[in-house]
């Protein structure tokens, strides 16, 4: 059966505000441990949908560490819903995102090393501007739009602008590792002039990383054209010990009060 979540036009979703969307990746980390087929990365999507998700957010990585091409093939053939497909502007995923043809295809950077995204793009790095463009041209054939994910530095903001981006995705991993209030305060700030930055420039504004039921609250109270927030770990932890029904829906009412 195929499931559909609460908004399922792209051009409706458009034109709302702060919606949840639900990173799966570390379900299929957990699937991958033992390699039983277990737990289903599909029926975890299905729950968050039908408990107030917008849509669904997944990292095919070049090394497949968590998600696989036949979760990407089974998303695209059973989920009637928003699909945010994060990945590095390799070829190789631009055949397959152009392909698959998700709602939104979110470029990050990324690294054999890395336990997770330690940050954004830097479109001011050599070389960076030219692939992210590249790879821009390419899925603008295929009717994909894009989202960077970035830092909030105004340079590379100007630059996604000078791209004519959908949207860039805020990382808040600073934010959320804040390590006091003082610390906090001055990355929620950062956070606010790049995000009204983004917002004047006609792109809309997404954030990720680290984003949990302590500080998301107090991102959305001062990012007021926030369009998007993509959570993953925080809500898989969570569901541990409250259902994955559960924590979604208790993220997703938060999120929504702020839309």
Aim: aromatic share 6%; charged share 30%.
């Amino acid at each position: 059966m195929v499931i559909t979540a609460q908004i399922t036009q792209t051009n409706e979703y458009r034109q709302n505000m702060a919606r949840l969307l639900v990173n799966i990746d570390h379900v299929a980390t957990l699937r991958n441990a033992r390699g039983e087929g277990y737990p289903s990365v599909l029926e975890a999507a299905k729950i968050c949908l039908r408990n107030g998700a917008a849509g669904i957010v997944f990292h095919l990585r070049e090394d497949r560490r968590h998600i696989k091409d036949e979760d990407v093939a089974a998303f695209k053939g059973e989920l009637d819903t928003l699909l945010d497909f994060e990945m590095a502007a390799t070829d190789e995923m631009i055949s397959i995102c152009a392909e698959m043809k998700p709602y939104l295809s979110t470029l990050v950077p990324e690294s054999r090393e890395e336990l997770t995204t330690e940050g954004g793009l830097n479109l001011r790095a050599d070389g960076v501007f030219r692939k992210i463009k590249r790879a821009k041209m390419k899925l603008d054939e295929a009717e994909v739009p894009i989202s960077l994910f970035l830092d909030p530095v105004t340079e590379d903001i100007e630059k996604a602008a000078e791209l004519g981006v959908f949207a860039v995705e805020l990382h808040t991993g600073n934010y959320a590792n804040a390590k006091n209030a003082e610390e906090q305060e001055t990355e929620l700030k950062r956070l606010e002039e790049a995000a009204k930055l983004i917002h004047s420039n006609g792109m809309k504004v997404h954030a990720g990383h680290g984003l949990n039921f302590e500080n998301t609250e107090e991102l959305l109270k001062r990012l007021p054209d926030l369009h998007e927030v993509s959570i993953g770990h925080a809500l898989i932890s969570h569901a541990l010990f409250h259902g994955l029904g559960n924590s979604v829906k208790k993220m997703s009412d938060l999120v929504e009060r702020y839309g």
